[in-house]
Antibody, heavy 118, light 111 residues
Framework: EVQLVQSGAEVKKPGESLKISCKAS????????IGWVRQMPGKGLEWMGI????????RYSPSFQGQVTISADRSMTTAYLQWSSLKASDTAIYYC????????????WGQGTLVTVS | QSALTQPASVSGSPGQSITISCTGT?????????VSWYQQYPGKAPKLMIY???NRPSGVSNRFSGSKSGNTASLTISGLQAEDEADYYC???????????FGTGTKVTVL
């Protein structure tokens, strides 16, 4: 069974760093793109970027380029999303998701991680 | 890139059919058959309902169907049921970033 299990909710202060995780199981982790999606409170979904664990190829949406870092540890079958200096505007739910072969389609999603910056 | 445009809300009575539109440009919806649709209940993760414009993943009800004409894609829900009340988002590949872009989202209400 394909599963993506994300780390728990976080409460941070502006300027702090943070790394949240997404543990994958039930599929060949290295051969699927893993993406991250932001959902700010009461708002819609936003495509942040994707990472290919096999060769570490990473692509960011223009709005998130330079704002976050997406990475993965193949040995741990875990993807990560990190910030070096959080802002209040980073308060949101962050979802990881597996991209299937066709372009820009996420077939399995994690349960979401709530990040509160205050 | 800008979000794809969806109506904020659509409603219908049980048993009726409703259609949600998703308007983009020739750089995304109109240029590629890579439109997908997601259903999201409050407090839950999105669920893939349609991909590549018309394809349904295994386990998704055949009451959900997708189509596209020009720069506008559509999701139709036939035989509307109370359990269909949720938020729906379209998404498309976009050549402007070679990634994806989501729609603004539509709240479906079953009257």
């Amino acid at each position: 069974e394909v599963q993506l299990v994300q780390s728990g909710a976080e409460v941070k202060k502006p300027g702090e760093s943070l790394k949240i995780s997404c543990k994958a199981s039930g599929f060949s982790f290295a051969t699927y793109w893993i993406g991250w999606v932001r959902q700010m409170p009461g708002k819609g979904l936003e495509w942040m970027g994707i990472h290919y664990p096999s060769d570490s190829d990473t692509r960011y949406s223009p709005s998130f380029q330079g704002q976050v870092t997406i990475s993965a540890d193949r040995s741990m079958t875990t993807a990560y999303l990190q910030w070096s200096s959080l802002k209040a505007s980073d308060t949101a739910i962050y979802y990881c998701a597996r991209q299937i072969g066709t372009a820009a389609v996420f077939d399995y999603w994690g349960q979401g991680t709530l990040v509160t910056v205050s | 890139q800008s979000a794809l445009t969806q109506p904020a809300s659509v409603s219908g009575s049980p048993g009726q059919s409703i259609t949600i539109s998703c308007t983009g440009t020739s750089s995304d919806v109109g240029g590629y058959n890579y439109v997908s649709w997601y259903q999201q209940y409050p407090g839950k993760a999105p669920k893939l309902m349609i991909y590549d414009v018309t394809n349904r993943p295994s386990g998704v009800s055949n009451r959900f169907s997708g189509s596209k004409s020009g720069n506008t894609a559509s999701l139709t829900i036939s035989g509307l049921q109370a359990e269909d009340e949720a938020d729906y988002y379209c998404s498309s590949y976009t050549s402007s970033s070679t990634l994806g872009v989501f729609g603004t989202g539509t709240k479906v209400t079953v009257l």
